[in-house]
């Protein structure tokens, strides 16, 4: 039986991620990103789940820094789930005048012309989780509102009163599912969408063309790349790492010929996992 670590706490899009792809536990819901991954790395569980990327704001830096910087650990499963963010307030609420609103900075991007319509005096104030902000408005009264799922809304008693107030439909977030021994996930009932590959590149500097000769080794293999992004080593200005996404599972043929020739530009390569990519379906009452 797998310990499953997830941002927590209960009522977050993490736990319904978990709950969705995971057929057992036990769960163990964390305050945190760093704190989950620190639980996987130490042992306490054998597996985390953290949001990696929402298709409205982007990658969640926080985890890919994380994963880079602190902890030495596999990518084994992506899961995207649809995400319906809903305004949430305390079930006393009546009307009275709303002076904060809680959520996740993820959260509230993705809600942004919402909040800048509906409740521009509002100061808006960032939480761990969505599920945390939940708590924080049963906590701080009737002139406070969260930001969250309908999961949220239920487990802490609050009512929701606007549905899917987030700024564009389309709107998705990846889950990673991390380990620090990679072992491929099995399950009956979900069937992957596709397998990829992600790996970590590092330029050499002062190269001329670098990059274009790193894009240049996928491309003559005909490898397709579904995202390319840059984040800071953290060792000075101008230092970059790149996240390369290969819509593929690792070989023993193609991705050894690119590392070999990487390595011959002066880059280095780091395999961050090779994956199943499963696309989640939500209870119909997540989606109203």
């Known amino acids: 039986m797998q ?18 792809f995971f057929e057992e536990g036990p769960f163990i819901g964390y305050e945190n990103i760093p704190a989950c991954l620190e639980a996987v790395e ?6 985390g789940v953290v949001p990696l990327e929402n298709s409205i704001e982007g990658s969640v830096h926080l985890t890919i820094d994380y994963l880079i910087h602190e902890v030495n650990q596999a990518v084994v499963t992506e899961l995207t789930v649809p995400i319906r963010q809903h305004f949430l307030v305390h079930p006393d609420y009546n009307g009275e005048e709303l002076t904060h609103i809680y959520s ?10 919402y ?10 104030a960032y939480t ?7 708590e924080v408005v049963v906590e701080q009264g009737v002139h406070t509102a969260a930001i969250g799922n309908h999961l949220a809304a239920e487990q802490n008693g609050l009512n929701i009163l606007t549905h899917n107030i987030h700024d564009y439909d389309n709107n998705h977030t990846r889950f990673a599912v991390v380990q620090n021994t990679p072992v491929p996930l099995e399950t009956k009932t979900h069937k992957p969408m596709k397998h990829k590959t ?11 063309g670098a990059l274009h000769q790193v894009l240049s080794a996928f491309a003559w293999r005909k490898m397709n790349l579904s995202k390319i992004e840059s984040r800071p080593m953290k060792t000075g200005l101008g230092n970059y790492f790149f996240l390369i996404d290969v819509d593929q599972p690792y070989d023993e043929v193609l991705f050894p010929g690119v590392k070999a020739e990487l390595e011959m530009l002066g880059c280095t390569f780091k395999l961050l996992g090779t994956y199943p990519s499963y696309l989640l379906e939500m209870d119909p009452v997540a989606n109203k």
């Open 3 to 20: 310990r499953v670590g997830y941002l927590g706490p209960k009522g977050t899009f993490t736990k319904m991620a978990v709950d969705a």
């Open 42 to 47: 130490r042992g306490d569980v054998d597996l």
């Open 104 to 113: 996740h900075n993820q959260a509230i991007a993705q809600c942004q012309q």
């Open 115 to 124: 909040l800048y319509k509906k409740y521009p005096e509002a100061e808006i």
């Open 128 to 134: 761990a989780s969505t599920a945390k902000a939940a």
């Open 198 to 208: 992600t790996v970590m590149i590092t330029l050499p500097k002062d190269y001329v």
